[in-house]
């Protein structure tokens, strides 16, 4: 019997050493994971300033429309109770305009338009769609 036990507890160390080296793997997918969530209201900031001009190479100003309508997106489909995600909404058909994407542009103002048929912005996004 004492036999057994010491056999079981030689095997039980063996596993124990054979596994130590994965409890020390780190993946960057992890780091990742553990980025703390924006709030809307830091999202909505992060996507104005995506939308800035800043300059490229010495004389061109480029601004990160892709990024932003994506920032923008994100407040959208996390926060869709949010006022941020009203404003966000408006923010991408205006991003989509000012990139000289009509249709696109259009599409989501006039989505706006059908969702939210009383907020006070309807107006503009009616003027805005008309103008694509």
Not at 32 to 43: F, G, H, N, S, Y
């Amino acid at each position: 019997m004492r036999r057994r036990m010491h056999t079981a507890g030689a095997a039980i160390c063996a596993l124990g050493f054979a596994t130590l080296p994965l409890a020390g793997c780190h993946h960057a997918d992890s780091d990742k994971k553990m980025e703390r969530l924006l709030t809307a209201d830091e999202l909505y900031k992060r996507g104005l300033e995506q939308l800035k001009p800043h300059r490229a190479f010495l004389f061109w100003h480029v601004v990160d429309t892709e990024d932003a309508i994506a920032t923008f997106q994100q407040i959208v489909d996390n926060f869709p109770e949010s006022d941020y995600a009203l404003q966000a909404q408006l923010r991408i058909a205006k991003a989509y305009f000012d990139d000289e994407r009509y249709e696109a542009a259009e599409v989501r103002y006039k989505e706006f338009i059908e969702t939210h048929p009383t907020h006070g912005t309807v107006p503009e996004a009616m003027y805005q769609a008309g103008l694509c």
